[in-house]
């Protein structure tokens, strides 16, 4: 990989700018999440850079919460992010505060039995959102970079995805009703960050559990991508970074699609039980009826996570093909009856398992 330039880096303030006019977040005041990492120090300090040069947004308030993931070394995360925000302070930072938050994320990730990462994540959005509602602030900002994004593409292709999944990081998200996640680094890379850092004289903080092997993003990052990069396309985090680019695009319209699908195909509801109407169903191409129900599942709540491509196989076969019944994670049961399908979620002391067919 090659190394950018000190003028290259040094641009980084400017494409954090264009970025958050592209976002439409130029002029607002702005959640920062800074973990202590390169990246979001690099977009902090960016951040401040734009307005002392006159540049908004008026207000950033710098957030930063300790996942008690890793004994002292998460507080001296939290310790290293708050005596940067005192440093930015006694050079005159006007309008820059301070909020810091801990919550237990594997106790949490234990209690409910998921991902730990997943749960780390959700904790912190749900954080995240809530700094931003007390501030009355409608945008939050993290430091997911380019590197960021080509890693998360390449993990959901060796796990299998559709189109969704090669979307990767969105650029912009609704966290939460009246304010939006955003990545204004998304479209810069690490090497171009750690530049800028070392360009500025800032430190910052690394995570040791990012180098452990044992972990499949680690590999990717470490091993994988640049194995590919050294091997066989040297701009391949570019590469991948388009891609999700386009497959955001395209899905876009396939959710477009989807979303009028399945109001036109939705029938009024029987107690607790969705109605569909197959003979509209069966107008549309599978591809699309997939991308329906894929819709009406995270709708509904229902455990999208655990439906892999042979469960959404099994639905196009109850609209397009043979078939009656058939059970599905989460207790979810689909029943086709005459020209109507019929889905709910059933009580397991009350029904036995259906037989797949």
Do not use: C
Not at 133 to 141: D, E, N, Q, Y
Not at 207 to 231: C, V
Not at 240 to 258: D, I, P, V
Request: net charge positive.
């Amino acid at each position: 990989m090659s190394v950018p330039s000190v003028e290259s880096a040094s641009s980084l303030p400017a494409r954090v700018q264009q970025a958050l006019q592209q976002l439409g977040a130029a002029r607002q005041g702005l959640v920062v999440a800074v973990s202590g990492g390169p990246d979001s120090v690099a977009l902090l300090h960016a951040l401040l850079t734009l307005r002392r040069e006159g540049s908004p947004p008026p207000l950033l308030v710098l957030a930063h919460l300790n996942h008690q993931l890793r004994g002292a070394e998460s507080d001296a995360d939290e310790a290293f992010v708050r005596d940067l925000h005192q440093r930015h302070l006694a050079a005159s930072e006007a309008a820059l505060l301070f909020t810091s938050g801990t919550r237990a994320v594997r106790t949490e990730a234990e209690r409910t039995g998921a991902n730990l990462e997943a749960t780390a994540r959700r904790l912190r959005y749900d954080w995240l959102a809530t700094v931003a509602r007390t501030h009355g602030v409608k945008w939050v900002a993290t430091g997911h970079s380019a590197d960021d994004q080509a890693e998360t593409v390449l993990h959901h292709l060796l796990r299998g995805t559709g189109l969704q999944g090669l979307r990767g990081i969105a650029r912009q998200r609704p966290l939460t009703p009246g304010v939006t996640l955003i990545r204004p680094l998304l479209q810069v890379s690490r090497a171009e960050i750690l530049a800028y850092l070392e360009a500025i004289g800032q430190s910052y903080r690394l995570d040791p559990s990012n180098d452990e092997r044992r972990y499949t993003r680690n590999r990717i990052r470490h091993e994988l991508l640049p194995l590919l990069a050294r091997e066989y396309n040297p701009a391949i985090r570019a590469v991948l970074s388009r891609l999700a680019e386009q497959a955001e695009e395209a899905y876009g319209e396939e959710k477009r699609a989807a979303e009028e699908l399945l109001r036109a195909a939705e029938k009024p509801a029987a107690g607790t039980r969705i109605i569909l109407h197959r003979p509209r169903l069966q107008a549309a191409s599978p591809g699309l009826v997939r991308a329906m129900f894929r819709l009406l599942w995270s709708r509904q709540g229902w455990p999208r996570d655990a439906m892999t491509f042979a469960h959404w196989k099994r639905l196009e076969t109850l609209v397009f093909g043979e078939g009656s019944a058939s059970d599905f994670p989460g207790r979810i049961r689909v029943r086709r009856q005459r020209e109507v399908l019929q889905l709910g979620r059933v009580d397991p002391r009350s029904a036995p398992v259906m037989k797949q067919e």
